[in-house]
Nanobody, 121 residues
C-alpha cells in the first residue's frame, strides 16, 4: 500500500510564510513526480505546482514568485514553501504523487488527505 501524509498547515497572517511537507511511504517502486493542489472553500480543486524527480518544476501563475516546490528524493518527500501569503491562498492543500507501486507496472496518481491553510487579513 502507498500512503501520502501532509503536514505543516495552519493559521498565518497575510504576508507570512508556511512550509508544507508531504511524505510518500509504502511499497513504492519509483516516483515520477510529486505535486500540490488546493481547494478553496466553495471552489474546485486547482493546480498549485509539481516537481519531477529529474528536477523539472512547474508552478501556477497565481503562486509564482511566492511559492517554491522542492523534493527530497531520498525521503520521497515534497515540500511547498509558501511566502507572502494572501487571504486568497486559504484552502485545503493536497499533495499527490505520480508513481509506480512495487509489484505492478501500472503508473498511477496517489493523493494525500489534505492539510488546511488559513490566511487571515
Amino acid at each position: 500500500q502507498v500512503q501520502l501524509v501532509e503536514s505543516g498547515g495552519g493559521l498565518v497572517q497575510a504576508g507570512g510564510s508556511l512550509r508544507l511537507s508531504c511524505a510518500a511511504s509504502g511499497s513504492i517502486f519509483s516516483i515520477n513526480a510529486m505535486g500540490w493542489y488546493r481547494q478553496p472553500p466553495g471552489k474546485q480543486r486547482e493546480f498549485v505546482g509539481f516537481i519531477m524527480t529529474s528536477g523539472g518544476t512547474k508552478l501556477a501563475n497565481s503562486v509564482k514568485g511566492r511559492f517554491t516546490i522542492t523534493l527530497n528524493n531520498a525521503k520521497n518527500t515534497v515540500y511547498l514553501q509558501m511566502n507572502k501569503l494572501k487571504v486568497e491562498d486559504s484552502a485545503v492543500y493536497y499533495c499527490n504523487a505520480d508513481l509506480i507501486p512495487d509489484g505492478t507496472p501500472k503508473e498511477d496518481v496517489y493523493w494525500g488527505q489534505g492539510t488546511q491553510v488559513t490566511v487571515s487579513s
